[in-house]
């Protein structure tokens, strides 16, 4: 199977290039850049090639939640928007701690969707924060990095025992910083707007504190960590002292953190309701800044699927997070419109970077690299209709927003799965 992109705008996040020309992809990967046209070809009529995107933290509902996202809908989803390769996450009902659990998953979404799927396990069992999972066993069958998601370990001496063992494996330990008992209970940002409607509410330094406390824990163990999920301008400065003191740790960021501020909740809107809460403003252009100078390290969905039951409440009432498997990449766009980034930066950070954080293939145009693709148009205007998401939860805070960037066709293994 040969297919040949001419007429490309090629988006090469890891020389930080945008060139204009052609790319063959041979027998599943990339054969080379301007040869000669053979086999099927494409002509892509100037719009944008660039590797598929590498999504970490990707929530799919089973076992336990399939009403609310299953690996089907996820799959076409993923396809979509551009996603090749999705990381889950484990927590499912039940959680995903044994090996059992991440076979179900593993064999469930290798029938049933058209991208690579790869499976983190939880870090403690029942990601209860008490008893560590056997992470040697899991790694085994599987998983490509542990975490407790939202769940805080709050007891330090599991947790630098948990960090301790992962070291021993070389295992990546996922975390999401905040400090428990700060932020338990609260529903948005601290501060003016907070106090306005009424809402109990959490600081920034809450984040701060748990990044703090971990980065410790990881210079004592040595292990490999990344922060995830970091919305708050007070958490860079730690962060940027633990990667100048050589310690092995990265940092990522939502979509929605990146493009949205905590006066979008707008009068109790549930839809923007997400965990950690969206920041001021200048939390988030401090952290739109950290991604184009790369403190930042990968830009995610956290795609978060709720039904309208758990949405549909009063604001504290009311689940955490958004679907954003398709909302991803226009989404990102508009830091690409804004001048606040380039598209190969933006790349880095979608694709290349979490591929190789988690040791996967993709994220690259090089000879050789599989032909995980996507082709967009990145000025495409259309006003998003969270109906026809391919989603099966519909909670996304982008309904009828006016977006630009459109997803025109997806290659995994040099395999259409998405376009006409």
């Known amino acids: 199977m040969t297919t040949t992109f001419t007429n490309a705008r090629l988006i090469d996040p890891e020389t930080g290039a945008e060139t204009r020309g052609s790319l063959t992809v041979r027998d599943g990967v990339i054969a080379g850049r301007d040869l000669a046209p053979e086999g099927e070809v494409i002509d892509c009529a100037g719009k944008c090639l660039a590797p598929g995107i590498v999504d ?29 390769t999705m990381v889950t996450r484990p927590d499912t009902t039940p959680a995903i ?12 979404a290798r029938e049933l969707t058209p991208v690579r799927i790869h499976t983190m396990a939880a870090l403690t069992k029942g990601r209860a924060g008490h008893e560590m999972v056997e992470i040697g066993f899991l ?12 769940r805080v370990i709050a007891d330090t001496k599991v947790f630098s025992r948990a960090l301790t063992y992962a070291r ?13 008992g700060l932020s338990n209970g609260a529903a948005v940002t601290s501060g003016k707007f907070a106090t306005l409607r009424g809402l109990p509410a959490v600081s920034p330094m809450a984040e701060r504190m748990g990044l703090e ?3 410790a824990l990881v210079e004592m163990t040595g292990a490999r960590y990344h922060a995830d999920n ?12 633990a990667k100048a003191a050589g310690l092995d740790v990265t940092a990522g ?6 493009t949205l501020n905590e006066l979008d909740v707008g009068d109790y809107r549930t839809f923007f309701k997400l965990k950690p809460p969206l920041r001021s403003e200048d939390d988030r252009l401090a952290m739109v800044e950290a991604v184009a100078s790369g403190l930042i390290d990968i830009i995610s969905s956290m795609h978060t699927p709720q039904d309208e039951e758990t949405k549909r409440l009063p604001f504290e009432e009311a689940a955490s997070g958004a679907v954003a498997l398709e909302t991803l990449l226009p989404a990102a766009m508009r830091l690409v419109h804004a001048g606040a980034v380039d598209l190969p930066t933006l790349w880095r950070a979608l694709s290349t970077n979490p591929a190789r954080r988690f040791g996967l293939p993709g994220g690259s145009l090089a000879d050789g690299a599989p032909a995980d ?21 519909k909670n996304t805070p982008f309904d009828e927003a006016r977006m630009e960037g459109k997803v025109l066709g997806t290659w995994v293994g040099g395999e259409r799965v998405f376009g006409p």
Do not use: W, Y
């Open 56 to 84: 970490i933290g990707v929530k799919i509902g089973e076992p336990g939640e399939r009403h609310k996202e299953s690996f089907r809908t996820a799959g076409a989803a993923a396809a979509a928007g551009g996603v090749t």
């Open 97 to 108: 701690d044994t090996p059992e659990t991440l076979q179900f998953v593993t064999r469930r």
């Open 139 to 150: 790694m085994d069958a599987g998983a490509v990095a542990f975490t407790d998601c939202d």
């Open 168 to 180: 021993s494996l070389g295992a990546l330990v996922i975390a999401h910083p905040q400090e428990p």
């Open 213 to 215: 406390r971990d980065l």
């Open 230 to 241: 970091l919305s708050a301008a007070v958490s860079l400065g730690p962060l940027e002292r």
């Open 253 to 258: 960021i939502n979509i929605h953190h990146l």
């Open 373 to 393: 693709l996507v082709l967009f148009d990145p000025d495409a205007p259309f006003v998003l209709n969270r109906f026809k998401l391919r989603s099966k939860s």
